[in-house]
């Protein structure tokens, strides 16, 4: 990509006058200086033939990035090997939605560890990312926030080698929330980076799929999303690696303050020099 997008995971907040789709907010967003939209089918996939043609039609118009983050009940590495048949269905069913809009990249969790080693669960993982047909989206691996789910860094990053249909999502608070307050300072963000870089190489980091928020963890790593200011995460050296790297591909907010902490990023990495 030729820049780094801002944008918000899900609909803008309401303003007290409307409640937003996705097509109306889409123009909002863009209203106010924003890109980007990560749509939720987290628990349904709420692209249907009844609201896909607005949707597309202002995508087109405002020249918008959309991405999807596909169902909260996926695991490849599920015990119950129905599970695993139906997690595929729902990132297959996912990706044909994301597709009708002309989106770009479905991000989703793989799965959990279960009782399994990790090796043994991410050789399953890789065996069901294998099936996956792309539908012209890319399916983007997302890092996770919590010991009990497969997705560190490194499996994401080795996973993204191997199976040509998978790109990276980085998702900066969950590595920080995982590794239980672990990204303190430049130098935490850009190692990260730089094992993307050393691994994936240069045009992993010209189209890179961020998420980014404010977060509250325990020792078993993610608990919840807070307002970026509410929280330890460092967003602004975060923000300084991306920008000394080069990043280029999207940076989508999480958390409850939605397209303000998104503004807050995009205005930070801005005046950064």
Known sequence: MEKLLFGISGLPLYDGIKRFNYATGIHYLKSIGLDAMELLFVRSVNVTDNNK???LEAKQKEGFYLSAHASHYINLNSDDTAIQIQSIERIIDAAKGLAKVGGRSLVLHPGFYMNDSKEV?????????MKLSSYGVDYRLETTGKGSQFGTLEELVSLC???PSCKLCIDFSHIHARSNGGLKNYDDFAGVL???LDNLGRTALEDLHIHMGGIKYTAKGERSHVPLLESDFNYK??????????????IIAEGPLLERDALLLKETYEKLV
């Open 53 to 55: 043609d607005a949707v």
């Open 237 to 250: 050296e975060c923000l300084r690696a991306i920008k000394d790297y080069d990043v280029r591909g999207c």
């Open 194 to 196: 730089k094992h993307v």
């Open 121 to 129: 669960a991410y050789a399953t993982i890789k065996i069901n990312l």
């Open 161 to 163: 080698q191997e199976v």
